[in-house]
Structures are given as C-alpha cells and as structure tokens.
C-alpha cells in the first residue's frame, strides 16, 4: 500500500488539508453531533459529516438545527446537501458555509425512494449534465471546496461511472467519494473496489474509497486495490465510534489498538444515553436504543442487557440497567 498523504483541497478560495485519510460516512439517523462527539475521541482530525441535509428544506428555514450546530464542531465537518433544484443548493451551501462548515459534499448515491423520485440523490447518476450543474453552480457561489459521493450508476447496463466522475471533476468537484455498488444494487452483493480503481485512474482529484470496509485489514486492502487517496466507513462505525480512530491508527502508526472491552463499551453506551436524553428529554430513549443495541455485544451477558435495554420504559431505567451491569463488570 502506498503511503497515505494529506489531502488538500483548493476551494474557491478557502482551502482545506485532510490530514486524516480515514473518513466517517455521513448516516442518516446516525452521525448526529453527539454520535461525532464520541468518534472525534478516538479521531480528533478526522473528517465527518452531517447526516445528509435537505437542500429545499434549509433554503425554506427548516432542518436549519443540522447547520447551527456546526459553531459547536470540534474538528473538520461536511454538510452533506441532497436535492436537484440547483438554486436550492446553491442558497443550502451558502448557509451551510456561513454556519462553519468545513466543506459541502452534495449526494448522488442515496437510493431511498422517498429522495431519488423527486430528482435528488442516486437520481442524478441518471442526469450528469444537471449533475455537473449543481456542482459548478455550487463551487462558484461558496469559497469552501465542494465534494461529491456517488455510487457506480443507476444500473449496471446504463451506467459509467469514469465519464460520470469525469464530469464532476470538470465542473469543479475537489474530491469525490465512491461507493463501490450501483443504486440497483442497494446494499447487496460486494462493493467494487476494481471499479474504483478505473475512476482513481482517470481521474486528477483525490478519490476516497467505500463499501465494505469492517477493519483496518479491509482498508488496506480496499486502498491496495483501489489506490484511493482515503476510505470512507460507514456501517460498521454503527456502534462503534472508535473504529474511525483505530483504522486510522492501525494504518498510519502500524500500532496495535486495544479494541474497548465489556466495561467500556457499557460505560460508553451509558454516556451516549446519557447525553441523548440530555438533549432530547425521553425521545433521547429512542434514537439511543439503536446505539446501545449495537455496542453492546460480544462480552458475557451482553445478550440479556441487549434484552433488557430494548424493553427499558424510560430513560432512568435504562440508566439503571447499565449502571447494575458496570457494577457486574467491575
Ligand atoms: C443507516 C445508514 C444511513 C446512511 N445515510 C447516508 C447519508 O445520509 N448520506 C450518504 O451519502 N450515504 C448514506 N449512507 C450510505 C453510507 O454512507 C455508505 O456509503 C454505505 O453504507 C457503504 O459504506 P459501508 O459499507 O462502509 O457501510 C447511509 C447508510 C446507512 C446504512
């Protein structure tokens, strides 16, 4: 594998330097500002992203909650913007990068139906030229650099993903993530890395690889392959907010990192409980459910707590569930 270097990119003005090639994918539900408070832990400099933001919503003045919390964002952050209506984005971007946004990526992979039927997200794959448009109407109206995240296409018969990327880079995209599946594809099957590598080939900007990447194993792997300037990690960061950070640093430092055991993985799902229900009151209950069902596995008993937390009524006695488990694990 070839050494990883800082990526830089140029904006329309003001620059940016990645200085950690190893990147949080935005999720929907997911990378939250409390979920990328606890992965900046373990990757202080890593890139991370918003979940992805509606362009018309925030140029209308709502969903604007996503973009003012960016003032409080310790290391870099994207906005990831979706819709189809250039002026949309071109007025979502400028807000974004008032509020502080380390850069703007604009989505052309997601394939939930409820967006690709009204034009935005996976939808674009179909429509490069409106595709470029966004992107060169975007890049000049903000002096942030603009990024793009795509999958190979529509479908495998229709799609190119080279003269797609190609397009992008000439309308002015800096950096462009690619997920290695099509949009007909969903999640199924296996990410194409080969496929990556042909984009990484023609192409001048910085590409980041995705899809498939569960350890610092299949990074090196991925990057082997793909010859990709950084990875991007999605699903598997799901739980797991230090696997950003222990990529990072198994790939850059060779280091061995000491995976979280029982007791932390417990102590850290009562954290992030904890802050959700601070924010949220008791519907911080809910959206931390997911979270605890993730991290909480792989050590003796996790079952049952897993069991247990699912059925808590409230947040005091899903707090009481972990601490009586921390007390067990002591
Ligand atoms: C729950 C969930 C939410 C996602 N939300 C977004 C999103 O908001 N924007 C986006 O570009 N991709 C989104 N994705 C796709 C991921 O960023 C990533 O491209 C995909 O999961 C493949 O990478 P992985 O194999 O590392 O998970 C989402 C995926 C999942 C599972």
Redesign the pocket.
């Known amino acids: 594998m070839n050494e990883l270097s800082p990526i830089f990119l140029p904006g329309n003005g003001t620059s940016r330097c990645l200085e950690c090639q190893v990147i949080q994918?935005?999720?929907?539900?997911?990378s939250d500002q409390i979920f990328r408070k606890l992965v900046r832990r373990w990757a202080p400099k890593a890139l991370l992203?918003t979940?992805?933001v509606n362009a018309k919503s925030l140029e209308l003045g709502h969903g604007e909650e996503k973009v003012n919390e960016l003032a409080e964002e310790i290391g870099p952050i994207g906005v990831?913007l979706f819709d189809h209506r250039p002026d949309s984005m071109i007025d979502a971007a400028i807000k974004a990068e008032l509020s502080g946004a380390f850069l703007i990526d604009i989505?052309m992979?997601?394939p939930v139906k409820k967006i690709s039927k009204k034009g935005g997200g996976s939808a674009l794959l179909k429509e490069p030229e409106l595709a470029q448009l966004i992107v060169k109407k975007v890049s000049k109206a903000i002096s942030i650099p603009v990024t793009v995240?795509i999958r190979l296409g529509w479908c495998e018969t229709t799609s190119n993903p080279v003269s797609f990327a190609l397009g992008l880079q000439d309308a002015g995209a800096q950096l462009i993530t690619v997920?290695g599946r099509t949009r007909k594809q969903g999640?199924s099957g296996y990410?194409n890395w080969e496929a990556i590598s042909k984009i990484k080939k023609s192409l001048d900007i910085p590409i980041i690889a995705?899809?498939?990447?569960k350890n610092a194993r299949d990074a090196i792997n991925c990057l082997e392959t793909t010859n990709a300037d950084g990875v991007?990690?999605?699903?598997?960061s799901?739980g797991a907010p230090w696997l950003i950070g222990q990529i990072n640093e198994e790939l850059k430092n060779k280091k061995t990192f000491k995976p979280p055991d029982a007791k932390m993985k417990v102590s850290l799902s009562l954290e992030h409980l904890k802050l959700l229900v601070s924010k949220k009151g008791n519907h911080g209950l809910l959206i931390a459910r997911k979270h605890m069902n993730w991290t909480c596995r792989g050590f003796q008993g996790s079952s049952a707590l897993r069991h247990n937390l699912v059925r808590a009524k409230n947040p005091k006695d899903a707090i009481k569930l972990l601490e009586d488990e921390l007390i067990k694990l002591n």
């Open positions: 994918s935005p999720l929907a539900g997911v992203f979940e992805m990831q989505n992979g997601c995240k997920h999640f990410a995705n899809g498939d990447i991007m990690i999605g699903r598997a799901m």
